[in-house]
DNA sequence: GCCCAGGAGTGCA
DNA sequence: TGCACTCATGGG
């Protein structure tokens, strides 16, 4: 086990995991143990640092994020001009976009749709419970994100008897197409080729498309658009568009390379109540 | 019992 | 192209 640090004032593992962004966590101790494919790390507060331990160090520091300054995104966020976005930015400055797995964002994602996050995680956690490799962290037991191959061994009724409802046949689908496709080709493209691609997927519209790519592919310039930042849109940025499409070009032209970011600000802030 | 959730596919004009 | 309808499921 190897654990290292960093500055809780840019790395707060609370508002980082609650975000909406990662459905694969429990509290333990004074911290939590996150999950991702078949890696875990126990994440905690200590004082003013953040401190991660894992026998995959290398793995979570990139996962996290680590390697990027957030004080200048915070700032920018903060001197916008934007209420919301501003508050959010001060209060969250410790929220970090994680650097997932593609292939779990897929999956995940496609479960998301027309869903709450608390049955997202049920879901996804008896699915890692079904065909997840069982492994130890710490002393508790957990299991693994099916790989593909296991994933495409299953059919629809698999899914439908863990609770994804009608999504039944798009995780079917999906996992047939990438058993055979993959997912390298995948991530050489543009952010608008990929969520252009992404978008032939049974399952996949716009947002979650810019989900995915945003979680999964690391494309901070895509600004996912659901129910929350309809209303983020309509109160607190007065905007008269009526397709979440339209709404999501908006804010992508208005916020750049930026725009992961603050959409996660902003998504966290509202659901906040700030 | 009704409404909502990190929406998307389909059919019809 | 645009719009209405429909799709499981569980928590509030």
């Keep these: 086990m190897k654990k290292f640090d960093y500055d809780s004032k840019f790395f707060d593992p609370l508002h980082t995991l609650d975000c909406g962004q990662i459905f694969r966590f ?14 875990a790390c126990y994440l905690y507060k200590d004082g003013c640092r953040t401190v991660v331990e894992s026998d995959d160090p290398d793995y979570f520091f990139n ?34 976009l994680l650097n997932q797995n593609c292939e779990e964002m897929i999956y995940s994602f496609i479960i998301s ?5 608390p049955r997202i995680k049920g879901i996804i956690s008896r699915i ?45 689908e999906t996992a047939q197409r990438i058993e055979r496709e993959g997912v390298e080709r995948l991530k050489n493209l543009s952010s608008a080729e990929l969520t252009s691609e992404l978008l032939t997927y049974k399952g996949i519209g716009e947002k979650v498309a810019d989900c995915i790519a945003l979680f999964g592919f690391s ?9 929350w930042l309809e209303k983020v849109y309509k109160e607190d940025f007065n905007g ?35």
């Design 113 to 117: 749709q027309n869903n709450n996050i």
């Design 63 to 96: 996962f996290f994020d680590l390697a990027r300054d957030y004080s200048q995104i915070v700032k920018t966020a903060e001197e916008s001009g934007f209420q919301l976005l501003a508050k959010s930015a001060r209060a969250f400055s410790g929220l970090r």
């Design 219 to 227: 494309r901070r310039d895509r600004f996912p658009v659901d129910v």
């Design 26 to 39: 429990e509290p333990f101790k004074s911290g939590f143990i996150v999950f991702s494919l078949d890696k």
């Design 240 to 274: 008269s568009l009526t397709d979440r499409k339209a709404m999501s070009r908006y804010f992508t032209d208005l916020f750049g390379a930026n725009s992961g970011y603050f959409q996660q600000y902003l998504f966290y802030g509202k659901r906040q109540n700030l």
């Design 128 to 172: 890692c419970e079904g065909l997840g490799e069982r492994k130890s962290f710490l002393g508790n037991e957990y299991y693994a994100f099916p790989t593909t191959r296991a994933l495409s061994e299953q059919g629809a009724d698999f899914f439908k008897n863990v609770g994804c409802g009608y999504r039944d046949k798009f995780l079917f």
